[in-house]
């Protein structure tokens, strides 16, 4: 075939994954069940460049007997995702277990994607990919030192998540 026919339909194509990828973003706003975690204390000290601020999750750093894997399959694969079940407990959400493979959820119970990114006897160590959050512009932040911050997530049935905002407790 003439390569000016298939010019529009690649075209075609790529919009519409484009479009897809878009509205799947802003479908978690409308699907997506609001989660709230806890961070460690705020160090206001940092440099913030751009208003973008890493959050550090009081649920990151959990206890390894929360692992229902084997015992180092994290080492076995690098980058794999894995798979943290969090329900709520009081005003947040807390990590229930790490799983290997995608497990069910009941009632208030979400799922995030994770990553291990340490293991030892006594505690394993999660990265969220939440971590970073760009402040909306006009946004002047007086957060008091040294106390936990609130973080508003959506997390979408299909496993993608975004934070929403950041507040103090």
Request: hydrophobic share 35%; charged share 25%; net charge neutral.
């Amino acid at each position: 075939m003439n390569r000016r026919r298939w010019l529009p339909l690649l075209i075609s194509l790529q919009v519409l994954i484009l479009a897809t990828i878009a509205s799947s973003w802003y479908a978690i706003d409308i699907w997506g069940k609001e989660i709230r975690l806890k961070t460690k204390p705020y160090d206001q000290s940092e440099p913030m460049i751009d208003k973008e601020i890493d959050l550090v999750y009081q649920q990151s750093e959990i206890s390894s007997s929360l692992w229902k894997g084997k015992q180092r399959e994290y080492l076995q694969t690098s980058n794999r995702w894995y798979y943290a079940k969090l329900a709520p407990v009081g005003r947040t959400w807390e990590v229930q277990g790490i799983y290997p493979e995608k497990p069910t959820s009941h009632g208030d119970e979400v799922i995030l994607r994770t990553q291990v990114e340490e293991m030892d006897s006594k505690k394993v160590m999660l990265h969220f990919g939440l971590e970073e959050y760009t402040l909306p512009q006009g946004t002047h932040v007086n957060w008091p030192d040294n106390k936990p911050l609130i973080t508003k997530i959506k997390v979408a049935p299909w496993g993608q998540a975004k934070v929403i905002s950041v507040s103090e407790e």
